[in-house]
């Protein structure tokens, strides 16, 4: 009788708050493993991770199952959750996908891309070019994540950045990635530049194709890194 008197709010409200709980609880952990703090291939303790972020068990099981579907850790029967761990060969196919994404967006930024939008990319290649003068690598791998993102961002399609971003998230696994050598980034710093002047231009099938063959660059680049990284595990790439 009372399961019959009871106000529906309440299971609508606890579901509510319970799938609020759950994201926070994922979006903590993806911290943790995109800063590299939870490395690939660590096993994910529930104990401890439920400690630290002040949660039971339970939502952060829900966690891990959206973490698993988002590609960033993987569940073993009978063993538990790990972070994912992503070989140079899947990394490849993921840049791959990537490369195609960056060049729609351009084309289709170039055709709606306002003068404020244009403004902020400029301030941020000029970022680069500052970054790239004095040999700022860290400095300018950030910016170069953030212009592609804010790119497709601005393109306004939701769906095209959602699938993006989970691209580049599963990319950051790859923790072989080639960071730019001190002599390499004034010339990623023009092709950057040179993709601005092509937004505003608004040639859509120039800069889709700007973008394609830049991103093309960075998969070429990161093979040949991640190869000689496999061949050589104690220098990498600025080994050489």
């Known amino acids: 009788m009372s399961a019959l008197l009871a106000d529906p709010t309440d299971t609508a409200l606890t579901l509510v708050q319970r799938t609020s709980l759950t994201k926070l609880v994922a979006e903590s952990v993806e911290k943790l493993i995109l800063s590299g703090e939870l490395a690939p291939g660590t096993k994910l303790n529930e104990v401890a991770l439920a400690e ?40 490849a196919d993921i840049y791959e996908v990537r490369a195609g994404l960056d060049a729609t967006a351009g084309r289709l930024l170039a055709s709606r891309i306002s003068p404020s939008q244009l ?19 860290d400095g300018f791998h950030v910016l170069n994540l953030r212009f592609h993102d804010q790119i497709v961002e601005m393109t306004g399609n939701r769906s095209l950045l959602d699938i993006y971003r989970k691209l580049v998230k599963q990319l950051t696994l790859f923790r072989r990635r080639n960071l730019f050598a001190p002599m390499a980034i004034p010339h990623f710093a023009d092709e950057h530049s040179a993709i601005v002047d092509l937004l505003a231009t608004g040639d859509g099938e120039r800069c889709a194709q700007a973008l394609l063959t830049h991103a093309q660059g960075g998969r070429q680049r990161m093979l040949r890194d991640g190869a000689y990284s496999e061949a050589h595990p104690a220098g990498g790439p600025h080994a050489r």
Do not use: C, W, Y
């Not at 698993?68 to 070989?87: C, D, P, T, W």
């Not at 403004?119 to 970054?131: E, I, N, S, V």
């Open 52 to 91: 630290r972020l002040g949660v039971s068990r339970g939502p952060l099981r829900e966690a891990f199952r959206m973490l698993e579907e988002s590609g960033l850790i993987r569940q073993e029967k009978n063993r538990g959750a790990f972070v994912r761990e992503i070989a140079l060969d899947e990394a």
């Open 119 to 137: 403004a902020t990319l400029r301030g941020m290649t000029d970022r680069m070019q500052a970054a790239a003068a004095t040999e700022d690598i």
